[in-house]
């Protein structure tokens, strides 16, 4: 089992920027990939960022070029720059550890943390 926990969520006038932090414990040589999802009232879950152990991330349209995801893998730590932040930015951010096994993906959640652009 593997426990994320997201923290630096908060609330930000639109232009502005945050930095989210996901720490991850247990059993932390069997994380393949870390990512970002959002979860806005009313909407399903979206995955904003990915990213692997060699570094390869991958992002949704929506955020690319004002988002950035990285990846400390000696401290198990993934980080989520957020810059140039608008109002359909704010929702519940959930930091996902994923673990690849016979051919199957297994996801680890964490709480979350609400991220909300207003004025």
């Known amino acids: 089992q593997v426990q994320p926990v997201e923290s630096g969520g908060g609330l930000v006038q639109p232009g502005g920027s945050l930095r989210l932090s996901c720490a991850a414990s247990?059993?932390?040589?069997?994380?393949?990939?870390m990512d970002w999802y959002r979860q806005a009232p009313g909407k399903q879950h979206e995955l904003v960022a990915a990213i692997t152990t060699d570094g390869s991330t991958n992002y949704a349209d929506s955020v690319k070029g004002r988002f950035t995801i990285s990846r400390v893998n000696a401290k198990n730590t993934v980080y989520l720059q957020m810059n140039s932040l608008k109002p359909e930015d704010t929702a519940v951010y959930y930091c996902?550890?994923?673990?690849?096994?016979?051919?199957?993906?297994?996801?680890?959640w964490g709480q979350g943390t609400q991220v909300t652009v207003s004025s």
């Open positions: 247990g059993s932390i040589r069997s994380i393949n990939a």
């Open positions: 996902v550890a994923e673990h690849y096994s016979g051919g199957q993906t297994f996801r680890f």
